[in-house]
Each structure stands twice: as structure tokens, then as C-alpha cells.
């Protein structure tokens, strides 16, 4: 995404500090790419569990992605920002945003994208909402999965100390519980029966950020490469 563009989006959010977190998230963290390559071309809608101020779906409509978009996260402040940035885009006619916890997720069916936020519950909840997530998937729907995983590693340990700051700053309340191993996301997948691969996805961030991708078997069109 280009400067020109990532301005656009900054110019939707109230307040120089938060035009600032959005300028420098899409300047540095590949995650809306990679997930906008993988549903581009479908129709299907998107639900964003845990969608912040939707950023997500700010990009996927900068790069012409017209799918519906419906977000979802506890932060009300999140959500209230999220919603003006919505308004001043014109976009109530494509994307929502709700306020819910993971656990009251809407009936749709599509594309899930679940994107740095598993680790915010506890482990037995990551599991049900992973669980959870699987049935939001339409035949042809992908789960786009980002999370922080836990390795020995320094980019784990620095991924700590960010969310050390992120708690304490007030931007994610009660901050991480849990940080999962690539088994305990990837296990969950496999026995709803769905293809899962996974990748690192850091761009120029220190964080030890994977990306996981599920869909069900057999489902057209296989993995990008
Ligand atoms: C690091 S932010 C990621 C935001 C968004 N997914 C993105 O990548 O731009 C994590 C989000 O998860 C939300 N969250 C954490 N626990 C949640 C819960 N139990 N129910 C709903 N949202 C939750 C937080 O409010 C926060 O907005």
C-alpha cells in the first residue's frame, strides 16, 4: 500500500496519536496484505473476531475488495473509533462493526480472519474459540489466523515486552493470558477436518508472528503459493 493510500486511511480515525498508530501499522505489518490476497476474487463475506477499529476492512476496501465486512470486538472505544472511520469512508453499506465478545459471534458464514488475538484468553477459551471459528467457515472459506507464537526464541521475548507495554499503556485491557504453541492453534483445525498451513509473518516488526491459514479439504483452488 502506498503512502498516498495509508494517508487516506489515517485522515478516517479521530486524533494525531491514533492517525499515527494506523500510518505506522500499514507502513510495517503485512498482515492486511497477506489476508487480502487470500480472499481476493471471492464474494463471501468476512467476519473479523476481534477487529479493533477495522483496519482490515479499510484495507480490503483501499484495494477494491467490495465483500461484506463485519467486525467484531469487546473494546467499545475500539469499536466507536472503528465505526466513525466507517462513516467518514462511506462504507456503512459494506462494512459493520459490533460490539460482542468472541464467545457471541454472529451467524454468518464466509471468511474468518482472526488476527492477533488468541492470545488475550486463556488457553481452554483459545481452543473454543478456534473451535468456534471452523463453523463461520462456508465450503469455500478461508480462516486467516495471525497470532504470536510461543517459541524459545528472542522475537518471543520481545513480543512480551511489546505486550507488556500495550497492557500497561491501556490500549489492550488485562493484556495477554496465554501464548499458544503452533500446536495448540493448529490442533483444533485438523480435527474440524481442515487443511492448515503456516508461515512466519513478522515484515519489519521484531514479533515472533506466525501466519495460519485453514480451509476445508478439498475445498477449490488449494493454497496460494
Ligand atoms: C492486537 S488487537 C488486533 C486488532 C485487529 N485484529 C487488527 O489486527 O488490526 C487485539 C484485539 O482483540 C480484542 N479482543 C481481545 N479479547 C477479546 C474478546 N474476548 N472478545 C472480543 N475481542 C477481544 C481487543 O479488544 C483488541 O482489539
Not at 495477554?176 to 516488526?205: F, K, M, N, S, W
Amino acid at each position: 500500500m502506498n503512502r498516498l493510500a495509508r494517508q487516506r486511511i489515517a485522515s478516517l480515525y479521530d486524533g494525531r496519536l491514533q492517525r499515527c498508530y494506523v500510518r505506522t501499522k500499514l507502513a510495517s505489518d503485512p498482515v492486511y496484505a497477506a489476508v487480502t490476497a487470500l480472499v481476493a476474487g471471492s464474494a463471501l463475506p468476512l467476519l473479523d473476531i476481534g477487529c479493533g477499529i477495522g483496519l482490515l476492512g479499510q484495507y480490503l476496501h483501499a484495494h477494491g475488495h467490495a465483500l461484506p465486512y463485519l467486525g467484531v470486538d469487546h473494546d467499545p472505544r475500539k469499536i466507536a473509533a472503528g465505526r466513525r472511520a466507517v462513516q467518514h469512508a462511506g462504507l456503512a453499506a459494506t462494512m459493520g462493526l459490533h460490539r460482542a465478545d468472541v464467545t457471541e459471534l454472529p451467524t454468518t458464514r464466509g471468511h474468518v480472519a482472526l488476527l492477533d488475538v488468541l492470545h488475550y484468553l486463556p488457553a481452554g477459551r483459545q481452543r473454543e474459540l478456534l473451535q468456534a471459528a471452523t463453523r463461520h467457515l462456508a465450503a469455500q472459506g478461508r480462516l486467516v489466523i495471525r497470532n504470536v507464537l510461543r517459541e524459545d526464541n528472542w522475537r518471543f521475548h520481545a513480543t512480551r515486552v511489546e505486550e507488556f507495554f500495550l497492557s500497561s499503556s491501556g490500549w489492550i485491557p488485562g493484556g495477554a493470558q496465554h501464548y499458544p504453541t503452533a500446536a495448540e492453534v493448529c490442533a483444533p483445525l485438523g480435527d474440524a477436518g481442515l487443511d492448515v498451513r503456516i508461515e512466519p509473518l513478522r515484515g519489519l516488526t521484531p514479533f515472533n508472528s506466525y501466519l495460519i491459514v485453514a480451509q476445508p479439504t478439498g475445498s477449490d483452488g488449494g493454497f496460494p503459493p
